[in-house]
């Protein structure tokens, strides 16, 4: 099992930033692939970002592209997403997920409990 444990969201006006934690325990060496996913209200769970174990292969949506930022740490078991010039509709529900590489994100993916970013204008 994988345990993962998301930190960092909260209340920002647009235009700031903020810098969620996730804080990864367990079998760690089943989360090789890491990724950040949203959910607003109304909408379905997307992809934000996504970086293998050695930092090199990243994904980011279209609409994150050079403003946000995913980063691993991986001697502190710990993911980061940098989010900056945050818009309103950034506003959402941030997950983290871990998965080894043969997966899928949606059947073979661990989960956390996610954390609220609320960004208003």
């Known amino acids: 099992q994988v345990q993962l444990v998301e930190s960092g969201g909260g209340l920002v006006q647009a235009g700031g930033s903020l810098r969620l934690s996730c804080a990864v325990s367990?079998?760690?060496?089943?989360?090789?692939?890491m990724g950040w996913f949203r959910q607003a209200p109304g909408k379905e769970r997307e992809l934000v970002a996504a970086?293998?174990?050695?930092?090199?292969?990243?994904h980011y949506a279209d609409s994150m592209k050079g403003r946000f930022t995913i980063s691993r740490d991986n001697a502190k078991n710990t993911v980061y997403l940098q989010m900056n010039s945050l818009k309103p509709e950034d506003t959402a529900v941030y997950y983290c997920?871990?998965?080894?590489?043969?997966?899928?994100?949606?059947?073979?993916?661990?989960w956390g409990q996610g954390t609220q970013v609320t960004v208003f204008s």
């Open positions: 997920a871990a998965r080894s590489p043969g997966g899928t994100w949606s059947e073979n993916a661990y």
């Open positions: 367990g079998r760690t060496f089943s989360a090789s692939l």
């Open positions: 970086i293998s174990w050695s930092g090199g292969s990243l």
